[in-house]
C-alpha cells in the first residue's frame, strides 16, 4: 500500500510532508484538496482534521494524521534505515541540537517567512491588497534572524551540526516562496546562509517536488 496525503499540492505544509516521503523513499499519492472551493472545511475533512487545515496523512496500515511537523517526524522515525539517513539524530546530544535547530525555524524564521507570504502572494491570489507597512516589518525581522544564522552557518555547514536535519529541510517550502517573490536577496546577501541555501534548493528530492508534486 501507499502513503497518501490529502493536501493542496502546491501548499508549503503538503510540499515539505511531499519532501521527507522523497527523502525517506516512501511511496505516496496526493488526494487533492481545493482550497479555493473550501473543501478542507467539509463536514467530511473537519471530521478528521478538526482545524479544516491541510494536509493530514493516511498511512498504508490506517493510521492518521495531521500537523506537518507532526508528519514528517513520524514518517523519519518510522523509516530510519531507509533514504537520508540523520533527519532526526539519535544520539542525545545531536539530538538535543537537532531540537534545538527545529525551534530555531519554528519561532525564528516561519512566523516571519509566512507573514510576508500572507501579504505579498496569499492575499493577492484571494484579491485583497498588501499591506506593504507589514510587509517591510517582516522583512526587517526575519533580515535580523538571518544575520544570527548566519553566524551560525559560519561554524557548521548546517543549524544543527555539519549534517542536514528535517530542521534544515523545513525552511525550504517558505524559503522558496519567498527567494520566487523577490526576496531572494534575504539568502543572498548572507554569505553563510546563501551557502546553505544554495545547498537546500539544489537537492534533488526538492527540486522532485517542484517539478513533479502537482
Not at 463536514?43 to 508528519?71: H, K, M, N, T
Request: aromatic share 10%; glycine share 6%.
Amino acid at each position: 500500500m501507499t502513503l497518501t496525503i490529502h493536501g493542496a499540492p502546491y501548499s508549503t505544509c503538503t510540499r515539505l510532508v511531499a519532501l521527507i516521503c522523497k527523502e525517506k523513499q516512501i511511496p505516496f499519492n496526493i488526494h487533492a484538496v481545493d482550497l479555493r472551493k473550501g473543501e478542507h472545511k467539509d463536514p467530511g475533512f473537519v471530521a478528521i482534521q478538526p482545524f479544516g487545515q491541510i494536509p493530514y496523512i493516511v498511512d498504508d496500515d490506517g493510521f492518521v494524521l495531521y500537523e506537518s511537523r507532526a508528519i514528517a517526524r513520524y514518517l523519519i522515525r518510522k523509516y530510519p534505515n531507509q533514504g537520508t539517513p540523520g533527519l532526526i539524530p539519535t544520539d542525545r546530544k545531536e539530538e538535543a541540537l537537532f531540537e534545538q535547530a527545529a525551534s530555531i525555524e519554528s519561532f525564528n524564521f516561519n512566523p516571519f517567512a509566512a507573514g510576508i507570504a500572507y501579504e505579498k502572494i496569499f492575499k493577492v491570489h484571494r484579491g485583497l491588497q498588501t499591506d506593504e507597512k507589514v510587509v517591510q516589518e517582516r522583512v526587517a525581522m526575519l533580515s535580523a534572524k538571518l544575520d544570527a544564522y548566519d553566524v551560525i552557518l559560519g561554524k557548521q555547514k548546517y543549524l544543527a551540526g555539519n549534517t542536514v536535519t528535517l530542521a534544515d529541510l523545513q525552511h525550504l517550502p517558505y524559503g522558496t516562496l519567498l527567494a520566487n517573490s523577490g526576496f531572494s536577496e534575504l539568502f543572498s546577501s548572507r554569505p553563510n546562509v546563501a551557502r546553505w541555501w544554495n545547498d537546500l534548493t539544489n537537492r534533488p528530492t526538492w527540486k522532485d517536488v517542484l517539478e513533479n508534486v502537482k
